[in-house]
């Protein structure tokens, strides 16, 4: 099969509707040169009921009794559905042979054939059921140090990535510290970073100022992305402190897991703001009107192999950069971002920063278009090529190597 024939099929560990991770950025792109169908985690029957009603109770629900491959832009997504509770080993187990049904028949009515497959889960209770060219495995942070943010038990996200790595073809990771924690434990893989969304540019472009900082002093501190127990709150803390002539804005959900002491921090100073889930359009003028944008993790185990992918969308926006703790972020040298090893440093820092907030612009904006998801698919495309070909050369010296067997040792196998 040539490239240009080629489909993918995605096993997502989130749903499509869901807030964007790097496989929703990668399936995108790879929709503009082939056939994708993006499979989201199974869904429970009981799933459109968990909060209760609201607004998309209905829709989720219309969802769960249809399961029909759907198109969302460029690609096709589907639901498959699985007996609650989802995640109990058990039901897991029981759920497998309607679950393998449900997604071979999605895969034949999105017309692909023999595609390669990009799991990030379901191996190997998936393994063939999209009668597969190739399975390539993506692993994107530290196997069980997130553990508690997700609410799962460690071990078994363990022995998940474990059966990941040792069912595919071809692994994937996105930082480098990874990927070497990987080939500490056996397993070969090939980095392939996150990226800018290069539609995205225009967006962050055209954005105006958004009324929700009027009326905020500056300077304008800020962070987008989930709330949890990564940030570093006492850093937080300390900035607040050493601009309370300014304002630090959190843009995001406040995680339900997050701790007593770190809500506490939140609440301690009034010139910090939380403002919400905000939808993926009100985001580039969110960023693009911070006066430094902020990355202010602790060191932690998740935090030294995570590979934030909201660095993107902070390069193009243009604002200066300071983070702390993800040892990724080293790997992004100033003007692109400023990492400080420590608080006193963060602090020094964004005082630097702030004195001349356009140093480094069009570096960063230069930087992030030269860095794009499409870019990111052209890689994966080229890995799959290379994949195919040794396998097809494998195939051809093992036939070679019969064709040449002395007839004595040949017969005698």
């Known amino acids: 099969m040539s490239p240009d024939e080629r489909s993918y099929v995605i096993y997502a560990p989130t749903a499509w509707e869901s807030s964007r991770q790097p496989l929703h950025s990668l399936a995108d792109a790879l929709s503009a ?18 909060y209760g009603l609201r607004s998309s109770t209905l829709p989720n629900l ?12 460029r690609l096709k ?11 109990h080993p058990r039901m897991r187990a029981l759920s497998q042979p309607l679950l393998r049904a449900q997604i071979a028949r999605a895969v034949r009515n999105a017309g692909l054939v023999r595609p390669v497959v990009v799991a990030a889960r379901g191996i190997p209770e998936w393994a ?8 390539v495995g993506a692993i994107m942070d ?11 038990d460690a071990t078994a996200l363990e022995s998940e990535a474990s059966a990941l790595c040792e069912g595919t073809d071809l692994m994937l990771t996105t930082s480098q510290a990874l990927r070497e924690l990987l080939a500490e434990r056996g397993w070969t893989s090939e980095l392939i970073p996150a990226g800018f969304r290069g539609e995205l ?26 709330i949890d127990d990564r940030l570093d709150f006492e850093l937080i803390l300390k900035l607040a402190d050493r601009f309370s002539h300014g304002s630090l804005v959190f843009v995001g959900t406040v995680s339900p897991r997050l701790s007593g002491e770190a809500r506490a921090a939140l609440a301690a100073r009034a010139n910090i703001h939380l403002l919400g889930l905000r939808g993926q359009a009100d985001l580039p003028a969110l960023i693009r009107y911070l006066d430094v944008a902020l990355m202010p993790y602790r060191d932690s185990v998740f935090t030294r192999y995570q590979s934030p992918i909201k660095v993107w969308e902070y390069l ?33 820092l964004v005082e630097r920063a702030l004195a001349d907030p356009n140093t480094g612009r069009d570096e960063r904006r230069r930087f992030a278009l030269a860095n794009t998801w499409d870019d990111r698919a052209r890689q994966l495309d080229v890995l799959v090529d290379q994949r ?26």
């Open 201 to 226: 540019a225009d967006v962050f472009d055209r954005a105006t100022a958004p009324p929700e900082y009027a009326s905020l002093p500056r300077p304008l501190l800020g962070y987008t992305g989930g």
């Open 33 to 50: 040169r082939h056939p994708v169908l993006y499979v989201d985690p199974p869904l429970s029957p009981l799933g459109p009921f968990r």
């Open 316 to 348: 193009y926006a243009g604002p200066p950069i300071v983070g702390t703790g993800s040892i990724a972020l080293r790997g992004y040298p100033p003007p692109l971002v400023n990492y400080g090893e420590n608080s006193d440093a963060a602090l020094m």
């Open 77 to 87: 997504v589907f639901s498959p559905l699985a007996l609650p509770p989802v995640e």
């Open 388 to 413: 195919l070909q040794d396998a097809v050369s494998g195939i051809d010296e093992d036939h070679l190597g019969s064709e040449l067997a002395p007839p004595a040792l040949s017969s005698g196998r």
């Open 128 to 135: 063939g059921v999209a009668h597969e060219l190739l399975c």
């Open 62 to 73: 219309r969802a769960v009794v249809h399961r029909r491959v759907r198109s969302a832009g």
């Open 142 to 152: 530290h196997p069980s140090a997130g553990a508690a943010l997700m609410g799962r």
